[in-house]
């Protein structure tokens, strides 16, 4: 899985910086727009790249529209519960990482005579 150095949400450009200095194997800073990754926290790839989806996934969750919708009972934010989140990013690291051929561009490529005709199976 590829991380990125920096990736957007709503335009607004998120940087994934490495800090060994961090006391975690990451976290994120949602006023910075920073994601930090410890190197030295992450003994692994993989524990790297899950760490990204953790971090990822903060950023995503405190970033949507729907982020005040949804309040835990003691009253905190969703974005901000570390077991949904860990629960949530372990499943989408897998997801990205487990996987089995590619589906490629030509896979996608529409016939122009059924172009924005709906077929029975997008209604
Ligand atoms: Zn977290």
């Not at 790839?45 to 919708?69: D, F, P, W």
């Not at 519960?81 to 490529?109: R, Y």
Request: glycine content about 4%.
């Amino acid at each position: 899985m590829k991380i990125p150095k920096k990736f957007y949400l709503y335009g607004l450009p998120v940087q994934i910086v490495i800090d060994n200095s961090l006391d975690s194997m990451g976290q994120a800073f949602p006023q910075e727009y920073r994601i930090k990754i410890s190197r030295k926290k992450c003994k692994t790839r993989a524990s790297l790249e899950q760490t990204y989806c953790h971090e990822l996934l903060h950023m995503v969750l405190l970033n949507s529209n729907i982020v005040n919708k949804y309040k835990l009972e003691n009253g905190k934010e969703l974005w901000l519960d570390e077991d949904f989140i860990d629960n949530v990013s372990t499943l989408l690291h897998q997801a990205l990482t487990m996987t089995s051929g590619n589906i490629t561009a030509k896979d996608f490529k529409l016939n122009k005579k059924n172009y924005g005709k709906r077929t029975k199976r997008s209604k």
